[in-house]
């Protein structure tokens, strides 16, 4: 069984950085794209960041030159470094990842969630 789980979120102050983490475990093939996605209160969940396993990556308008991803594929680990956080920026933020297992190739698998706050 696949899992993903995230650590990183919290409590900032506008203008502040929080980094974020996301480990897959389990029967894996492979990994293929890595995100984050995020869901502000009474909105929908939006794509911030992707990574490809070869390390492209493509970002959001609005986080674009503030956050940074990025991966280690040994570790099947992805990071996001977010910095110049806006309250804007206030969601909780899953992790994703397509991942192929015996059971599938390319299936999407999600993280519980992790809290971030941008607030005075």
């Known amino acids: 069984q696949v899992q993903l789980v995230e650590s990183g979120g919290g409590l900032v102050q506008p203008g502040g950085s929080l980094k974020l983490s996301c480990a897959a475990s389990g029967s894996m093939f492979s990994i293929n794209d890595m995100g984050w996605y995020r869901q502000p209160p009474g909105k929908q969940r939006e794509l911030v960041a992707m990574?490809?396993?070869?390390?492209?990556?493509n970002y959001a308008a609005s986080v674009k030159g503030r956050f940074t991803i990025s991966r280690v594929n040994a570790k099947s680990t992805v990071w996001l470094q977010m910095n110049s956080l806006k309250p804007e920026d206030t969601a909780v933020y899953y992790c994703?990842?397509?991942?192929?297992?015996?059971?599938?190739?390319?299936?999407?698998?999600w993280g519980q969630g992790t809290q971030v706050i941008v607030s005075p």
């Open positions: 994703n990842a397509k991942i192929s297992t015996l059971y599938g190739s390319n299936s999407d698998y």
């Open positions: 990574i490809t396993r070869g390390g492209s990556t």
